[in-house]
């Protein structure tokens, strides 16, 4: 059964419309007005998926506007919903460093790797050829990869295991045709980002973020 979680929480009271709760990224941003910026961006940006996914994102170095949020928000609207066609694939809308709206996808261990093994099962690689479809059709999308493990043995151990995970799915997904230079990290955290509102085996997981590369909001600053 496919496990798709889209997070969309916005205010829905005051002068916002009562069904904002439906609304897509487009009309999201859309509703921070024409002059608002980065600053509105990242207020909404902060209420989809709660924050995560803030530390990704290029370094642009300039105020992002609503109208390119807007266009970048199309975007990964249709990422978000052809990865939630994906099996057993978790699909959530979060936002980037930039307040721009960002896709992230997370597989369980068990979906990738055999209990214990930092190699791709065979499974493994038919889901991720679905995964590296969407990261071909469009090479602006930038990509982050983040290993996650338990608490079972030493910091070390588990440290080498994400990472070793982390880039087994790198490597299988430059296999599939998608381009190294898309890949701003792969890193695995171990214990660091331990959540201890999830069960072990929720911890053990691999996490994809697809969002929008300093070309892609470039591209959409010029159509806006």
Same mark, same amino acid.
């Given at each position: 059964?496919? /496990? &798709?979680?889209?997070?969309? $929480?916005?205010?829905?009271?005051? $002068?916002?419309?009562?069904?904002?709760?439906?609304?897509?990224?487009?009309?999201? $941003?859309?509703? !921070? *007005?024409?002059?608002? @910026?980065?600053?509105?961006?990242?207020?909404? @940006?902060?209420?989809?998926?709660?924050?995560? @996914?803030?530390?990704?994102?290029?370094?642009? @170095? #300039? #105020?992002?506007?609503?109208?390119? *949020?807007?266009?970048? *928000?199309?975007?990964?609207?249709?990422?978000?919903?052809? !990865?939630? /066609?994906?099996?057993?694939?978790?699909?959530?809308?979060?936002?980037?460093?930039?307040?721009?709206?960002?896709?992230?996808?997370?597989?369980?261990?068990?979906?990738?790797?055999?209990?214990?093994?930092?190699?791709?099962?065979?499974?493994?690689?038919?889901?991720?050829?679905?995964?590296?479809?969407?990261?071909?059709?469009?090479? &602006? &999308?930038?990509?982050?990869?983040?290993?996650?493990?338990?608490?079972?043995?030493?910091?070390?151990?588990?440290?080498?295991?994400?990472?070793?995970?982390?880039?087994?799915?790198?490597?299988?997904?430059?296999?599939?045709?998608?381009?190294?230079?898309?890949?701003?990290?792969?890193?695995?955290?171990?214990?660091?980002?331990?959540?201890?509102?999830?069960?072990? #085996?929720?911890?053990?997981?691999?996490?994809?973020?697809?969002?929008?590369?300093?070309?892609?909001?470039?591209? #959409?600053? &010029?159509?806006?």
């Amino acid at each position: 059964m496919k /496990q &798709t979680k889209f997070t969309a $929480l916005l205010l829905c009271g005051g $002068l916002l419309l009562s069904g904002c709760g439906t609304l897509n990224n487009t009309a999201k $941003l859309g509703m !921070a *007005g024409g002059g608002a @910026g980065a600053t509105a961006g990242a207020v909404i @940006g902060g209420l989809i998926g709660k924050g995560k @996914g803030a530390g990704i994102g290029a370094a642009i @170095g #300039a #105020a992002v506007g609503a109208g390119t *949020g807007v266009i970048i *928000g199309r975007k990964m609207d249709k990422k978000a919903e052809a !990865a939630a /066609q994906i099996e057993a694939a978790q699909v959530e809308q979060v936002t980037d460093a930039n307040g721009l709206p960002a896709v992230k996808v997370t597989f369980g261990d068990n979906v990738l790797f055999d209990f214990n093994s930092t190699t791709l099962s065979n499974e493994a690689k038919a889901t991720l050829r679905e995964v590296a479809q969407i990261l071909r059709d469009d090479t &602006t &999308t930038d990509i982050a990869i983040i290993g996650h493990t338990d608490k079972v043995g030493t910091y070390e151990v588990n440290q080498k295991f994400s990472k070793e995970r982390a880039y087994a799915v790198e490597n299988y997904l430059q296999d599939c045709g998608v381009s190294p230079a898309q890949f701003k990290q792969v890193k695995g955290v171990g214990y660091d980002e331990y959540d201890e509102t999830k069960t072990a #085996a929720e911890n053990r997981r691999v996490e994809i973020y697809m969002y929008a590369s300093e070309e892609m909001i470039q591209q #959409a600053q &010029t159509q806006s």
